[in-house]
């Protein structure tokens, strides 16, 4: 049964005659008010809303979309999703739910709020394929010129101005502390920290122990939410958010006297973007990458005083500029992210250069449109008459199946009672089983650590990558299994009437006869044990690694 809709909203008649259609992904509760606002707006611009919540969904495959959409009367335009940073729910199920989505020319998006006048305002932004940003698509095409505020939404104009005059009368108050300390902003969560640690307390008193070192003081300020146990370091000099209620502009006093300000990510370094203040952020968000803030590696280079590269500052602003605005604008501005969606240019598939080659969505397209492709395999079979012996006699417990398909291996093994993962380049791994046991990955760089698993198997998968990348899938196996491989491939060019994507012409990029694949295997010091040459499609070998 598809997931139910927690709310389905009539639009009024679209301006333009053409019904629109957005479907919302939302947590029960969360940013309850913004959402509520938001759908009347969307609805009164001609769209049709469908509302649903993750907690219906959750532990489904592909987030349960392919249900949801085939259930609304007209396909939608977009499916819309509350975001965090970023980045912060971009997580492996929703990157497959992203490609599921492009396949289909349905826009995902993504709305937080905005990044000026924080609590007051929205903003759109939309996934690559990745998962995450278009912002690093976006960006090249930024300026670094100096921004002329004046003619810059009325909303982010008077914010910014606003800050300048509180800046301003700093001169005349009294600092909250001897100038030259550094202001640290902590927040609610640790989690978006590429500095690893376990609490936000751990990240709290690093940083008061690495920049302590140098001489400079730490001030802390904290944030409008914080956990119950925080706990700040000794001695540490902590000023409370309650104190901002009576005193506006404190946040910007105590910018004004610091030497530099330190944070994870959150949106208090827009004042220090509109002040030109140096900042440090530790976490992963739009910024990553860019040379807004300085981003330490390690916890040493945390300590180093940071400078300011106004260029990509100025182009930071610029992304916010134009995706930010105020819920009466909704219906523009998601006009616009459908436009740029619309209008994006993806780079072509070529299967023939390894370089440029793009797995996944070679076979994201070739599991939707072919459903038969992967189905029943003759060497499923025979992976299974090898293993038998190995699992009565409790040599095998734990398998990997790179590039498992629909999954049918691991689900027999399951029924066996083994620890079963699998793991494919596609969005579709593992439609037949608990959406658990497999993951999307690519079989060169496996997630797992070393000697994970006591069978790796790989069937009809080898032969489908470029051989460079064969021998680094074959290294990478070796690298997570303890003792042994259990390899299917075919000896043959390959079936070509499959529906390929354009630019793809054939599926087997190595092709070879079977004392090729042989020889190939032994290269890689795998000593064979079982199973022989039974047929271009039907042979599979256990190999032992040691």
């Known amino acids: 049964m598809p997931p139910q809709p927690r709310g389905f909203y009539l639009p009024n008649i679209a301006k333009d005659g053409q019904p629109r259609r957005l479907v919302i992904l939302r947590r029960q509760g969360y940013r309850k008010g913004f959402t509520d606002a938001l759908i009347p707006a969307i609805v009164s611009g001609g769209w049709g809303v469908s509302e649903y919540w993750f907690e219906d969904i959750k532990g489904k495959p592909i987030y349960g979309l392919p249900a949801i959409i085939d259930a609304q009367d007209v396909k939608p335009d977009a499916v819309l999703r ?3 940073h970023g980045c912060l729910f971009s997580t492996e199920p929703w990157r497959n739910a992203v490609n599921w989505l492009y396949d289909r020319d349905i826009a995902p998006l993504s709305v937080d709020l905005g990044y000026f006048d924080h609590y007051n305002s929205l903003m759109f932004d939309r996934y690559e394929r990745d998962g995450l940003s278009c912002i690093r698509n976006r960006w090249p095409a930024l300026s670094g010129d100096p921004i002329d505020w004046s003619g810059v939404h009325v909303q982010i104009r008077d914010y910014c101005e606003r800050m300048g005059r509180e800046w301003e009368a700093c001169d005349q108050r009294d ?21 690893k640690v376990k609490h936000v307390n751990e990240w709290l008193q690093r940083v008061h122990d690495v920049i302590g070192a140098t001489g400079r003081r730490v001030l802390f300020k904290t944030s409008p939410v914080m956990k119950k146990d925080i706990k700040f370091p000794d001695g540490a000099f902590v000023i409370r958010h309650d104190k901002l209620r009576q005193e506006p502009w404190l946040n910007t006093l105590i910018i004004y006297h610091a030497a530099w300000c330190v944070t994870i990510c959150s949106s208090v370094t827009n004042e220090w973007v509109v002040l030109q203040k140096p900042g440090t ?18 916890w040493e280079e945390l300590a180093q005083e940071p400078t300011v590269d106004v260029e990509a500052r100025n182009r930071w602003c610029r992304w916010w500029i134009e995706r930010q605005f105020h819920v009466s604008e909704t219906v523009k501005h998601l006009h616009f992210m459908l436009d740029e969606f619309r209008n994006r240019e993806e780079e072509p598939l070529d299967a023939g250069d390894p370089e440029k080659i793009d797995y996944a969505r070679i076979y994201s397209h070739v599991y939707e449109h072919n459903p038969a492709y992967h189905a029943g395999s003759q060497q499923v079979k025979l992976a299974e008459q090898i293993l038998d012996p190995l699992i009565r006699h409790k040599k095998v417990a734990t398998l990997l199946d790179v590039g498992c398909g629909p ?23 593992g439609r037949e089983g608990e959406p658990r046991w497999f993951h999307v990955g690519d079989a060169r760089s496996l997630a797992w650590p070393d000697d994970k698993f006591d069978v790796v198997c790989c069937l009809d998968a080898l032969e489908h990558l470029h051989e460079p990348h064969v021998h680094a899938a074959i290294e990478e196996m070796k690298r997570v ?11 043959t060019p390959g079936r070509k009437d499959w529906d390929l994507p354009a630019g793809v012409d054939r599926l087997h990029l190595t092709v070879k006869d079977w004392p090729a694949w042989l020889e190939l295997l032994r290269g890689h010091g795998l000593v064979l044990c079982q199973g022989d040459y039974q047929g271009a499609l039907e042979n599979v070998t256990l190999w032992r690694l040691r």
Do not use: N
Not at 175 to 195: I, K, N, T, W
Not at 281 to 298: K, N
Not at 481 to 491: E, T
């Open 82 to 84: 509350w975001e965090e």
């Open 481 to 491: 299994s303890k003792q042994w491989l259990l390899i299917g491939v075919g000896a």
């Open 175 to 195: 600092p909250v502390a001897d100038p030259g300390y550094v202001a640290v902003f902590p927040q609610f969560s640790h989690h978006l920290s590429r500095l």
């Open 281 to 298: 952020c530790t976490g992963r968000s739009w910024f990553t990458g860019l040379g807004v803030f300085h981003e330490p590696d390690t």
């Open 407 to 429: 999954g049918t291996l691991v689900c027999r093994m399951r029924k066996r009672r083994l620890f079963a993962h699998g793991v494919d380049v596609a969005a579709i791994a």
